[in-house]
């Protein structure tokens, strides 16, 4: 036996482990709440400037955010190629692709442009999606419910899945805005490829009881969006730092072991959009502080 010979093959495998988890540990965020883990959303139809897809591009490049999730309106079908185009020269990830659609999402020509750029550019993301305009909701049982709002799901999900792609349902109020809700139609569909996206900024009526209910989500959580949220009757949605709700709400998260991606969103903070990220990056930090999340603080230094 060639000893020798045996102990260089052992180091030298060592040594390649080593390098492998030393590479992954950088790769690795510090925190949720660190900057390389950041998604920017709300940053098309809410932004005074009207950037174009390149514009974008840099403005994210300058803020050092990598992540984008992209919202958009019919008048921007026509640059949806761009857009992914826009991205990948500029290094930034597309996190995810918002789609709005009603109860014939068959019919729907904006999900068939969506589905179609993220085909022909070959994209896997996330579908963060909404579902409205079914009708006599409010007679149906709950059952009835489920299985209305189920079907066009359906349907989203199963053309998703054919792209490699996943659907996260997006809380934006209403029946189909509740974290039980969406659990049951999540349960009900049984898709290996649905799970769902919860934002902050549509939480107003949540805060209370988020610790009960956010370990339930947790296993189907696909991304996070936060913002700051003040107490009280009514509440508004205010930059990250400047509510008293938030802060509370984000240690539930980071000791919940959720190791998905955070968004930071402008929908309402500046009409400019890099003025309106920059706001809640800022403000972000100021709650990371007050975390003592050190790690994360490092991200933005």
């Not at 020269?89 to 729907?108: C, R, T």
């Not at 900024?201 to 370990?215: D, G, M, T, V, Y």
């Not at 998260?253 to 955070?262: A, F, L, N, R």
């Not at 990220?277 to 975390?291: D, F, R, Y």
Request: proline share 6%.
């Amino acid at each position: 036996m060639n000893l020798p010979l045996i102990r260089t093959f052992l180091l030298s495998f060592l040594g390649i482990m080593l390098s492998i988890t030393s590479s992954y540990a950088q790769r690795k965020p510090a925190s949720i709440y660190a900057k390389d883990n950041l998604v920017a959303w709300c940053i098309v139809p809410f932004d005074s400037k009207n950037r174009g897809p390149v514009e974008r591009a840099e403005m994210l490049n300058k803020l050092g955010i990598t992540r984008l999730a992209y919202d958009w309106r019919e008048k921007h079908i026509p640059t949806f190629d761009e857009e992914i185009e826009a991205c990948r020269s500029h290094h930034i990830k597309l996190e995810a692709f918002w789609m709005y659609s009603g109860p014939n999402p068959e019919q729907d020509q904006g999900l068939q442009a969506v589905l179609d750029v993220l085909k022909r550019k070959k994209v896997k993301t996330q579908i963060w999606l909404m579902i409205g305009g079914i009708k006599n909701m409010n007679e149906m049982s709950q059952e009835e419910k489920i299985k209305a709002v189920a079907r066009p799901v359906q349907y989203v999900v199963e053309r998703a899945a054919a792209l490699g792609c996943t659907v996260g349902l997006y809380n934006h109020g209403g029946w189909f805005g509740e974290p039980e809700n969406q659990l049951a139609v999540i349960d009900y569909l049984k898709k290996p490829n649905l799970g769902m996206v919860y934002n902050f900024h549509h939480a107003e009526e949540h805060i209370e009881r988020f610790p009960q209910f956010f370990p339930k989500i947790l296993p189907h959580l696909l991304a996070l969006n936060l913002a700051g949220l003040k107490k009280g009757n009514p509440v508004k949605v205010v930059p990250i730092g400047d509510g008293d709700a938030e802060q509370g709400m984000m240690e539930v998260v980071k000791k919940s072991g959720y190791k998905g991606p955070i968004g930071i969103i402008n929908e309402d903070t500046a009409p400019d959009a890099e003025v309106g990220l920059t706001l809640n990056m800022k403000g972000l930090q100021k709650v990371l502080q007050a975390m003592n999340d050190r790690q994360a603080l490092k991200s933005y230094q």
